[in-house]
């Protein structure tokens, strides 16, 4: 799937790739998982992406606002080994964020379906965040901006 250029109209701005799943405005982050159904139905059912495409047990994307996330499974050209040999593995530490409205509510659904978390809540002056993980233990984390008083 990786990017499949457009022969007419302009072309894309410097620095930017034409693609035809292009979402305009989407931020795009790409996860390597280990099985393409149990990590759509995580996505969708636990944290309310939709799914935008699907291709068999190797691709998926899925949405949710402004962010796009491409899941790559075992066998997709996105989750190949590396020119060094390396291999492209679900987890790590950085992740991208949701913002939510109550944390609380989140966490006690995401408990009671079994979501493994990294963490406590931690609370800061920008907020209260809390680490999840999906199937493959790749990093979410779960925010609610301070209230205000």
Request: charged residues 25%; hydrophobic residues 30%.
């Amino acid at each position: 799937m990786d990017h499949a250029g457009s022969a007419s109209g302009p072309g894309p701005a410097p620095g930017r790739t034409s693609s035809a799943a292009d979402t305009s405005g989407a931020t795009t982050v790409r996860y390597q998982v280990t099985d393409i159904e149990r990590s759509v139905d995580f996505y969708t059912r636990r944290l309310g992406f939709q799914l935008e495409r699907r291709a068999g047990s190797a691709f998926a994307s899925v949405t949710r606002e402004g962010l796009r996330l491409i899941l790559s499974g075992p066998g997709s050209s996105g989750s190949r080994p590396l020119p060094d040999g390396r291999k492209q593995e679900p987890g790590g530490w950085n992740r991208f964020l949701l913002y939510v409205d109550d944390l609380d509510a989140h966490i006690q659904a995401l408990r009671e379906a079994g979501v493994r978390f990294r963490n406590e809540v931690e609370v800061g002056p920008g907020g209260s965040q809390i680490q999840i993980e999906d199937p493959d233990g790749n990093p979410i984390e779960l925010h609610e901006a301070p209230r205000s008083t």
